[in-house]
């Protein structure tokens, strides 16, 4: 009985984990946008929900689509038969175009809501706020590291 516990329990406290840093990342990224677009509260009360929907929908191609596509071709490059590569390029051209596809509609959705110029803004934030995750995540790595070798 405790043996068929041991991965459930795992498998909610890895889902309980991703879902406190995806909130931790949103309640980050929410006023690093809205203050980067300089959106109005009117502004703000229309795009956030299209915005959220497009978050979710992305979100989940890439990490539930195209991670394990990664994946899988990962763990079996060495015995990738050719066929199977042409399949997995396929549908790892079908996600990245359901992504372009998601990226195109919201630009569609956000136009009666926002300026061209706030849109760019958008596309900009974005990338900035990608930057500063992913150096805080190397500063903490680098940090962690030069600890690890100085307690040596």
């Known amino acids: 009985m405790k043996k068929k516990m041991l991965p459930i329990l795992i498998l909610f406290i890895s889902?309980?984990?991703f879902s406190q840093r995806h909130d931790k990342f949103k309640k980050l990224k929410i006023p690093f946008i809205s203050e980067r677009v300089?959106?109005?509260?009117d502004e703000a009360?229309?795009?956030w929900p299209i915005y959220n929907a497009y978050?979710?929908?992305t979100s989940k191609l890439r990490h539930e689509k195209i991670r394990g596509l990664?994946?899988?071709i990962k763990e079996n490059r060495e015995s990738l038969s050719e066929v199977k590569a042409k399949q997995l390029l396929a549908d790892l051209t079908k996600y990245e175009?359901?992504?372009?596809a998601e990226e195109a509609k919201l630009i569609q959705q956000l136009k009666p809501i926002l300026s061209d110029k706030k849109i760019i803004l958008l596309k900009m934030a974005e990338e900035d706020f990608?930057?500063?995750?992913?150096d805080r995540y190397?500063?903490?790595?680098?940090?962690?590291r030069m600890e690890k070798e100085k307690d040596q």
């Not at 175009?97 to 372009?100: G, I, P, T, V």
């Not at 990608?130 to 992913?134: G, I, Q, V």
């Open 38 to 41: 300089n959106l109005t509260a």
């Open 97 to 100: 175009n359901q992504l372009h």
């Open 138 to 144: 190397v500063d903490k790595k680098l940090k962690h």
């Open 130 to 134: 990608k930057k500063r995750l992913f």
């Open 15 to 17: 889902i309980n984990a």
């Open 45 to 47: 009360e229309k795009f």
């Open 70 to 72: 990664h994946r899988e």
């Open 55 to 57: 978050e979710e929908t």
